[in-house]
């Protein structure tokens, strides 16, 4: 295959690693993005996201060639879009897609004959036919003959960005049978993977359903803590024992749900058919309750304690990366600030901000709790000296990962939650 030149729009988690990839074997690329600084950063060799690997193949790039950034869109073989999808504020947070439509507007001005133009943002079922597809053809060009029109979903995890943008399969969901074809060739660039035959709603129902799935499943365990506490039964208890039956895939419950997948792309499908997705619906509720639940049990156990400080445990939405969108732990560290009724500070290694605590002994000093929100690594070997200079040695562990419990003094975690209570007592449920 030619060298091709591919524009990359939007240059965050998803589409810089992509950009980069595609540098990294032999094609020409451009990433685009509308921020100034994200621009500065990448053409003086600084990846601004925190992903393993990343730096290092974008220093190969550069040595290449093959990357550049700018803020300005340009002719090219193919167009990639990569740019966020938030919710709209309606009843069932439906798919704001006018960061895409910005997007693949500011393509057509440079579309020709042959181009092809892949959406990679998560997208609402039946977007690419319904919305972006007027909108390329508005140029008088037909998809399918002219130019090629595909979405192509990303299915990565943080954290293991590189080795899945490879290794794992690709669903190609073309418009036409010829865009299909368009956007295989394109990805077959780098991708090891199978590259799956789809149509563009097919893609996009499959994306918004894997991490459904997930959702809705964590959504039962996060019940499942609910009812316990309610019965004083260990939740995590009952998890591992039902997960040992050969058909059973209980998720672990925790503080919520977060980042730009889960929390957002069911209510993609809620919102395009409310009468039929209740269950979805009933597990996002789950799911964004959960923040509330752990203020409530937070704030029960300082009272009990009589407790003045709290040291939460990590902001980020899941372990090892700085990605806050989303976060469950932000929600619940400002929702404990709020209150009023204790100090609160927050500590965490992968967060750089004004307000975080740069140091673990600053953050728990004369602390009465650390409430533990994120699984980082550095959170897994805390032992009882790490946190010596707590007045109170109380860990609420929300994500069950530290491993050496038994030198904590008072540890608490979502299986043994109603411990917190008076035997008379159960659990409080959040509304």
Known sequence: MSVLKLVVIGLGYIGLPTAIMFANHKQEVVGVDVNEHVISELNEGNIHIEEPGLQAELDKAIQHQTFRATMAIEPADAFIVSVPTPNHEDALKSCDLSYVKAAVQNILPVLQKGNTIIIESTIAPRSTEDVILPLVESTGLIVGKDVFLVHCPERVLPGQIIHELIYNNRI?????????????????????????????????????????????????????????????????????????????????????????????????????????????????????????????????????????????????????????RESPALEIYDKLKATGAFEVVAYDPHVQADFVEHAMEQATADADMVLILADHTEFRRLTGFDLANMKQMIVLDTKNIIEEKITIDSYFNLGNIASIYDTEQMAIEAS
């Open 172 to 324: 190609i969901g073309g418009v036409t049978p010829a865009c299909t074809a368009a956007g295989k060739a394109i990805y077959s660039v780098f991708v090891k993977g199978e590259l799956i035959e789809a149509t563009a709603s097919t893609a996009e129902m499959s994306k918004l359903m894997e991490n459904t799935y997930r959702d809705v499943n964590i959504a039962l365990a996060n019940e499942l803590v609910h009812i316990s506490a309610e019965l004083n039964i260990n939740a995590l208890d009952v998890i591992d024992m039902a997960n040992k039956h050969p058909r059973v895939n209980l998720h672990q419950p925790g503080p919520g749900v977060g980042g730009h997948c889960l929390a957002v792309d069911p209510y993609f499908i809620a919102a395009a058919a409310p009468e039929q997705s209740r269950l979805i619906q009933d597990a996002r509720h789950i799911n964004t309750t959960m923040p509330d639940f752990i203020v409530a049990n937070t704030m029960a156990l300082m009272t009990r304690q009589h407790g003045k400080k709290i040291a939460v445990f990590g902001l980020t939405y899941k372990g090892d990366i700085d990605d806050i």
